[in-house]
Each structure stands twice: as structure tokens, then as C-alpha cells.
């Protein structure tokens, strides 16, 4: 289902004449946000090729001025997997837990070699050593951009579970207009689609069916090609 689409059903469960669908749009927005940064959703994950290290996009098989990444950019919301990808071969690195750690492995961050180690500080992540050939691919939480009221606009989120986003929006709506037992009603039926859906997913984990992001892993952490 499409952004417009979503809209048009959220208008019409309101049944009113003078519908907002600019701040209905915000609302469904606001919600897919929420949704993402109360649960942990692995269908939610995106893979991210050649991500810019420091002050441009790397090349594959050139050198690497330096090992920093900066994750705003990349709307990370958080990172599951660092990948140092040399094409014939892929190092999935380890992470430091705390920058002490990282330092009494590395008290020169500019060091270079093969990659094996990343720390997150803040906004960046390091790559440790620096790698001076390859890519750094990122499997992660992704931020999705805003959708728009246009036939085109879709993405994961809105095809996985629609009616989800749908009923929050609607549920803000109607708060915002001071219904608040209509908002608690489509609220709780939204709410009830995410804790379903996400459910399903882990049965299907439980039953050895990969929720991953496809095709790049074929299981949890490990790419299918390798």
C-alpha cells in the first residue's frame, strides 16, 4: 500500500468534510517513528553499501584517508552489523564496548591495516584499524524518510503492516480534536497490529525462518554469499 493510499482510508475512518490530510500525513509519520523507536524490528533493517568514511564516499580498493564515519547523515538510529567488505572477501568486525577498551588496543586511531574492531562515540563510528583498501557496509536501524501524499511513496513499513500506521494516525487525529475515547479505540487497534505482527516475527525466528534483511544475510549476522 502507498502513502496516499493509507491516507485515503485514515479519511475516510474519520468521516469528516474538512480533513487535514497535511497533518494527518504528520501524524502518520509521527507514528512510524514511534513504532521504530519503541521496538526492535529486524524487517526494519537496512543494508548500507560503500557508507562515507570521513570527508567522502570510499572506493572500492582505494586508499582511506581516515577511519570515522559519521552516522547522522545515514539516519542511524542504531548499528547491528560493521562490515569491511574487500570484494573477494568480508570481515564482520567486532565491536569495543567503551572507548578505554578501544584505546589499550589502539592508542593510534589513525593506524592502518585490515579492519577488525569498530567503536560508536556519539554520532561517529571508528574503524579500527584504519583500512587503507575495501568498503564498510552497515546493517542497521534506518530512520525512513517522511512519506508524502503521492502514489509513489511506500517503503517497508507501509507494506509490511498498513493498517498499523493507519489506525495511529487516525488515533492522533482524533486526540488532537480532544475525541480521546475515538483515539483510545483506533490507538489500541494499531497498537494490537504492531505487537502482532512483531510476534509473528519472532515464531518465525523460533522456527528457524531468517527475518534479516534479504539477500545480503542468510542468517543473523552472516551475508548468504559468503
Known amino acids: 500500500m502507498n502513502a496516499k493510499e493509507m491516507l485515503d482510508k485514515a479519511e475516510k475512518i474519520i468521516a469528516r468534510q474538512d480533513v487535514d ?8 509519520n509521527t507514528a512510524r517513528k514511534a513504532v521504530m523507536r519503541d ?23 582505494l586508499p582511506v584517508s581516515s577511519g570515522i564515519i559519521d552516522t547522522v547523515p545515514l539516519k542511524l538510529k542504531s548499528v547491528k552489523v560493521v562490515e569491511h ?7 564482520v568486525l567486532t565491536k ?7 584505546r589499550q588496543y589502539y592508542p593510534d586511531f589513525t593506524q ?12 561517529k563510528i571508528y574503524i579500527l584499524p584504519v583500512p587503507t583498501t575495501g568498503i564498510i557496509n552497515i546493517l542497521g536501524e534506518v530512520w525512513p524518510d517522511d512519506l508524502i501524499d503521492d502514489i509513489s511513496s511506500s517503503d517497508i513499513t507501509t507494506t509490511e503492516i498498513p493498517e498499523a500506521f493507519i489506525y ?28 502482532q505482527y512483531i510476534k509473528q516475527i519472532n515464531m ?11 539477500p545480503y544475510f542468510g542468517s543473523s549476522y552472516v551475508r548468504s554469499d559468503y
Not at 553499501?49 to 572500492?60: C, D, F, K, M, R
Not at 569495543?96 to 578501544?102: G, I, M, S, V
Not at 592502518?112 to 554520532?123: F, I, P
Not at 518465525?204 to 534479504?214: F, M, S, T
Open 112 to 123: 592502518t591495516g585490515d579492519a577488525q574492531y569498530y567503536l560508536e562515540l556519539g554520532t
Open 168 to 195: 495511529l494516525a487516525v488515533a492522533e487525529y482524533f486526540d488532537y480534536f480532544d475525541e480521546t475515547d475515538k483515539g483510545n479505540y483506533f490507538r489500541q487497534k494499531g497498537a494490537y497490529i504492531v505487537d
Open 96 to 102: 569495543f564496548e567503551n572507548y578505554a577498551a578501544a
Open 21 to 28: 490530510r497535511n497533518l494527518l500525513l504528520l501524524f502518520m
Open 85 to 91: 567488505d574487500k570484494g573477494a572477501t568480508k570481515t
Open 204 to 214: 518465525q525466528a523460533a522456527n528457524g525462518v531468517e527475518n534479516a534483511v534479504k
Open 39 to 61: 521496538h526492535d524490528i529486524p524487517r526494519f533493517y537496512s543494508y548500507l553499501v560503500n557508507v562515507p568514511v570521513t570527508s567522502g564516499i570510499v572506493e572500492l580498493f
